[in-house]
């Protein structure tokens, strides 16, 4: 009776099932058709081309002139400004990113501490990461820290003369790194979020094991938020190097006082659009890929070593 | 919940009370100090120029709305141009991501068709790619398209789901909704896009919101797109006309510059104090930069 059933219904299923996958996949395509339109016209077609350009001298104006590796042989070895870009750039990531975590981090455990208010402290903390890319805030990270600004008044109470922090050479990135910090509440959020998934009874255990409260943060709480911290540090620093709004903004676009906040895409922004100098920036925007893609394979060989996904 | 803290802290009461009053001090300390940046700029915009320095206090002494008339029109095209693009742009933008995305999506987590595994994995691969790659092939091609100074470039990439972090996010909800909704539409006769209009949507609801609102704020906050693609001060957004604002009065009018910061960050603030738990809940689950 059954084996009837099945070689009744297996026909009907082997002639349906190539009408059907078929009808499936140009319905699957037909949903995908605006991504896919995108992803040809807007990303990899544009891709190519722009590794094609950086091998080009191309101004907009004549066709692009093929110059062979000159761009990057001319990146690698004869441009100050490069290395200056380069160097303000890699100085931001290295200070930037690990106060901003060890900030987030810090304040998501005395958040999870269970304290009452929480979710005050929580959106007071996040806001400034949700309009800290404005226009708005960057002109105002100006005023904080000029020579008569607001951060020199507060210091003038306790009898300091502060410098003129953001036209001072010295100075001027610091104020960049401090705009970074502050805007430390959403990695603050996945921390905080992370901290919830440990169970409580590790702890309780630990305490009973007589393990004191520095011990619990090494042993426990860190190793199993490991996975969090990988995806932070990933995230942030993708993003930092890409930084642009308020170096543009604080410096009017220049990237000084002498080149002191010259953020790589800054560099890119000026020899693309201020000199249009197409073909040495899409070789420059390369470089950066270059660089992102060596630190995101750098992080995830290394993972295996310091992330702990067995918790 | 005051009975909840204690009982929890019956071991050592002292000290667990302690404890939170000091961890209260110091988050409250921490909250003055990030939030007094702002709202001395929003005193500052109430304040007359000559009081802005040397006066840290919240308080203006002489209260005036002269900054927002000053600020308005400081330019040859007033402000209130550069809001109603920055909105068009902004409102084109949610719409585009919303729909192209949520098709993408639905896509990826409910139709099985040939290659699905492949494209879904070039989709992840493009989050990881930095836009700077792709920037000067487009501006040629927008510029070839004569779409330099419209919003096309800013508004035709979100219709083409090029923020392929969208469809990721809705990937990772529509997945949760139970399958069955499906199949039970399935045998009533319902193809995939009335599937998909009728059972997915009404449900994502929350997570359409998130990728809306994320969507607004950054279209809103943009600055790269607009410097690149906008040079006619008609057609300027928020952030381009403040950034001409800086440059055209320099260090002389601080508080009109200061007062229409203010009234661009205000649409932010709204949307913040509406839509906080969904922005929270948003960046906590799928690890969005926020």
Same mark, same amino acid.
């Given at each position: 009776?059954?084996?009837?059933?099945?070689?009744?219904?297996?026909?009907?299923?082997?002639?349906?099932?190539?009408?059907?996958?078929?009808?499936?996949?140009?319905?699957?395509?037909?949903?995908?058709?605006?991504?896919?339109?995108?992803?040809?016209?807007?990303?990899?077609?544009?891709?190519?081309?722009?590794?094609?350009?950086?091998?080009?001298?191309?101004?907009?104006?004549?066709?692009?002139?093929?110059?062979?590796?000159?761009?990057?042989?001319?990146?690698?070895?004869?441009?100050?400004?490069?290395?200056?870009?380069?160097?303000?750039?890699?100085?931001?990531?290295?200070?930037?990113?690990?106060?901003?975590?060890?900030?987030?981090?810090?304040?998501?455990?005395?958040?999870?501490?269970?304290?009452?208010?929480?979710?005050?402290?929580?959106?007071?903390?996040?806001?400034?990461?949700?309009?800290?890319?404005?226009?708005?805030?960057?002109?105002?990270?100006?005023?904080?820290?000029?020579?008569?600004?607001?951060?020199?008044?507060?210091?003038?109470?306790?009898?300091?003369?502060?410098?003129?922090?953001?036209?001072?050479?010295?100075?001027?990135?610091?104020?960049?790194?401090?705009?970074?910090?502050?805007?430390?509440?959403?990695?603050?959020?996945?921390?905080?979020?992370?901290?919830?998934?440990?169970?409580?009874?590790?702890?309780?255990?630990?305490?009973?094991?007589?393990?004191?409260?520095?011990?619990?943060?090494?042993?426990?709480?860190?190793?199993?938020?490991?996975?969090?911290?990988?995806?932070?540090?990933?995230?942030?620093?993708?993003?930092?190097?890409?930084?642009?709004?308020?170096?543009?903004?604080?410096?009017?676009?220049?990237?000084?006082?002498?080149?002191?906040?010259?953020?790589?895409?800054?560099?890119?922004?000026?020899?693309?659009?201020?000199?249009?100098?197409?073909?040495?920036?899409?070789?420059?925007?390369?470089?950066?890929?270059?660089?992102?893609?060596?630190?995101?394979?750098?992080?995830?060989?290394?993972?295996?070593?310091?992330?702990?996904?067995?918790? | 919940?005051?009975?909840?803290?204690?009982?929890?802290?019956?071991?050592?009461?002292?000290?667990?009370?302690?404890?939170?009053?000091?961890?209260?001090?110091?988050?409250?300390?921490?909250?003055?100090?990030?939030?007094?940046?702002?709202?001395?700029?929003?005193?500052?915009?109430?304040?007359?120029?000559?009081?802005?320095?040397?006066?840290?206090?919240?308080?203006?002494?002489?209260?005036?709305?002269?900054?927002?008339?000053?600020?308005?029109?400081?330019?040859?095209?007033?402000?209130?141009?550069?809001?109603?693009?920055?909105?068009?742009?902004?409102?084109?933008?949610?719409?585009?991501?919303?729909?192209?995305?949520?098709?993408?999506?639905?896509?990826?987590?409910?139709?099985?068709?040939?290659?699905?595994?492949?494209?879904?994995? /070039?989709? +992840?691969?493009? %989050?990881? $790619?930095?836009?700077?790659?792709? !920037? #000067?092939?487009?501006?040629?091609?927008?510029?070839?398209?004569?779409?330099?100074?419209?919003?096309?470039?800013?508004?035709?990439?979100?219709?083409?789901?090029?923020?392929?972090?969208?469809?990721?996010?809705?990937?990772?909800?529509?997945?949760?909704?139970?399958?069955?909704?499906?199949?039970?539409?399935?045998?009533?006769?319902?193809?995939?896009?009335?599937?998909?209009?009728?059972?997915?949507?009404?449900?994502?609801?929350?997570?359409?919101?998130?990728?809306?609102?994320?969507?607004?704020?950054?279209?809103?906050?943009?600055?790269?797109?607009?410097?690149?693609?906008?040079?006619?001060?008609?057609?300027?957004?928020?952030?381009?006309?403040?950034?001409?604002?800086?440059?055209?009065?320099?260090?002389?009018?601080?508080?009109?510059?200061?007062?229409?910061?203010?009234?661009?960050? /205000?649409? +932010?603030?709204? %949307?913040? $104090?509406?839509?906080?738990?969904? !922005? #929270?809940?948003?960046?906590?689950?799928?690890?969005?930069?926020?």
């Amino acid at each position: 009776m059954a084996d009837t059933l099945i070689d009744a219904a297996t026909p009907v299923a082997a002639a349906r099932a190539p009408e059907s996958s078929w009808r499936d996949s140009a319905a699957g395509y037909l949903f995908l058709a605006p991504w896919l339109i995108g992803f040809f016209g807007l990303t990899l077609g544009p891709a190519l081309v722009s590794l094609y350009l950086s091998f080009t001298d191309y101004d907009l104006l004549s066709n692009p002139r093929w110059v062979g590796a000159a761009n990057y042989v001319r990146i690698a070895t004869s441009d100050p400004k490069f290395s200056a870009a380069m160097h303000v750039t890699f100085l931001y990531v290295a200070l930037a990113v690990p106060l901003k975590l060890t900030f987030a981090l810090l304040v998501a455990m005395i958040l999870n501490r269970g304290l009452r208010g929480l979710p005050l402290y929580r959106a007071i903390f996040y806001l400034p990461s949700l309009i800290g890319a404005s226009v708005a805030i960057s002109v105002l990270w100006r005023q904080l820290f000029a020579g008569d600004g607001l951060l020199n008044q507060a210091l003038k109470l306790v009898g300091i003369h502060g410098p003129s922090w953001i036209s001072n050479p010295d100075t001027a990135l610091y104020t960049l790194v401090a705009l970074s910090v502050w805007q430390f509440g959403s990695p603050m959020i996945i921390f905080l979020a992370g901290l919830r998934q440990i169970p409580k009874d590790v702890y309780e255990a630990a305490e009973i094991d007589g393990a004191s409260r520095s011990q619990q943060f090494w042993r426990i709480t860190l190793p199993l938020l490991t996975p969090v911290v990988f995806f932070n540090v990933v995230v942030q620093t993708i993003d930092a190097f890409k930084a642009f709004t308020p170096a543009f903004i604080i410096s009017g676009g220049t990237g000084g006082p002498i080149d002191a906040t010259l953020f790589y895409t800054l560099y890119l922004y000026q020899e693309a659009f201020a000199y249009f100098r197409m073909g040495y920036a899409s070789a420059l925007a390369w470089v950066l890929v270059v660089i992102i893609a060596a630190f995101t394979a750098l992080s995830f060989l290394s993972s295996r070593y310091w992330v702990h996904y067995d918790g | 919940m005051v009975d909840l803290a204690t009982s929890d802290e019956i071991p050592h009461p002292r000290n667990g009370r302690g404890r939170a009053l000091i961890y209260h001090v110091v988050l409250c300390l921490a909250s003055i100090a990030m939030l007094y940046p702002l709202l001395w700029m929003l005193a500052s915009s109430f304040k007359p120029d000559s009081d802005i320095f040397g006066d840290a206090s919240l308080w203006p002494r002489h209260f005036s709305l002269d900054a927002y008339w000053r600020g308005w029109s400081g330019l040859q095209v007033t402000f209130g141009r550069f809001f109603l693009n920055s909105l068009v742009v902004s409102l084109c933008s949610v719409v585009g991501n919303v729909m192209s995305c949520s098709l993408a999506a639905y896509a990826f987590a409910r139709l099985k068709f040939r290659g699905q595994k492949f494209w879904f994995a /070039l989709m +992840l691969g493009t %989050l990881m $790619l930095p836009y700077h790659v792709t !920037l #000067i092939p487009q501006y040629i091609l927008f510029l070839n398209l004569d779409w330099v100074d419209t919003f096309l470039p800013l508004i035709v990439p979100k219709f083409l789901a090029a923020d392929a972090f969208f469809i990721f996010l809705l990937v990772q909800f529509f997945r949760s909704i139970p399958r069955e909704l499906d199949e039970a539409a399935m045998i009533d006769g319902c193809g995939p896009w009335r599937i998909y209009w009728i059972v997915i949507l009404p449900l994502s609801v929350p997570a359409l919101a998130t990728a809306a609102v994320f969507t607004f704020i950054w279209t809103w906050d943009d600055f790269f797109g607009p410097l690149i693609y906008l040079n006619d001060m008609n057609s300027y957004t928020v952030q381009l006309g403040l950034r001409s604002f800086v440059d055209s009065t320099g260090k002389s009018d601080w508080s009109g510059l200061f007062a229409m910061s203010t009234l661009t960050l /205000l649409p +932010l603030f709204v %949307l913040f $104090l509406l839509f906080q738990r969904l !922005l #929270i809940d948003g960046i906590a689950t799928t690890g969005m930069k926020g």
